[in-house]
């Protein structure tokens, strides 16, 4: 099967061809960059989800209460590769969520056109498409991602001394559900979110491509850079609380790794974290971190929509240039 490239199926370009696994390939790339680039904001997100207490710096204090005090004592009690915590776990899920998550956009999409009279390029296709795909997406790798977090939470001393030394002891001492926390929420969230981002990132291109001359290609990879951090903006304030039950039941049964934090707290489901979270730390606790989590989402949603249609175009290009020199020979 081949793809187009874009973000997206489009029966315009037929000329212009990819396959499943070209695409696979420049969605594992973007999100290997991303993830290398973004995550000593990811760090503080979590932590600042994670946190019971009060960010405010008056009053009842916590151990974090703002970005710049967080990356300050973060650097001085972890140092450096305190801001890349959980970083290979990160990576693996980066790189397989990018390749399922883009493989099956465009494969949806074209079945969108082919199986309905629906345009494909349309936000509502890429809104359903977009959810359907992160959903897929999501059932493959949360395990990483709930390691992830883990690496992400622990502070000094550390509770899992390596990926190998995590996967083991979760398994014996919690059983292979402990993978899996957290996955009703995240799939109630990545489905909006997911799908806000690929209809926000065609609406805001649209929206470009009709303010300014459509033929400046020059002024792609900035469009496709600033439409991509926009999208990840509108998408990520929208379902940002889905995101924090996730990462809070995510860190079920470690709660001894969080007491160098503060205050730690056992949740047990989704309905009984959303109560005590609104009980304990009113409707502001639901957007704990979020901050960090939109520079987050910016820089991340931007970088990988520019760096997945980048490596497609640089994919087609040798494509293009090995096809002449094919007929040259």
Known sequence: MYFRRMVGYDPSTDGRLLSSSEVAMAGSLSGLVTRALISPLDVIKIRFQLQIESLSSHGTQGKYHGILQAVGLILREEGLPGFWKGHVPAQLLSVSYGAVQFVSFEMLTELFHVSTSLDPRSPAVHFLCGGLAACSATLAVQP?????????????????RNLRNAIFTMFRTEGPVAFYRGLFPTLLAVFPYAGLQFSSYNLLKRTWNLVLLKDQTQKDSLRNLLCGSGAGVISKTVTYPFDLFKKRL??????????????????HGLVDCACQIWKEEGFRGFF???????????????????????FCS??????????????ED
């Open 250 to 267: 995510q860190v079920g049964g470690f709660e001894q790794a969080r007491a160098h934090f503060g205050k730690v707290r056992t949740y």
């Open 144 to 160: 990483l991602d709930t390691l992830r977090t883990r690496f992400a939470a622990q502070g000094e001393p550390k509770v899992y």
């Open 288 to 310: 704990k971190g979020l901050a960090p989590s939109l520079l987050k989402a910016a820089f991340s949603t931007g970088l990988t929509f520019f760096s997945y249609e980048l």
């Open 314 to 327: 640089l994919m087609l290009s040798a494509k293009k240039a090995k096809k002449r020199k094919r007929k």
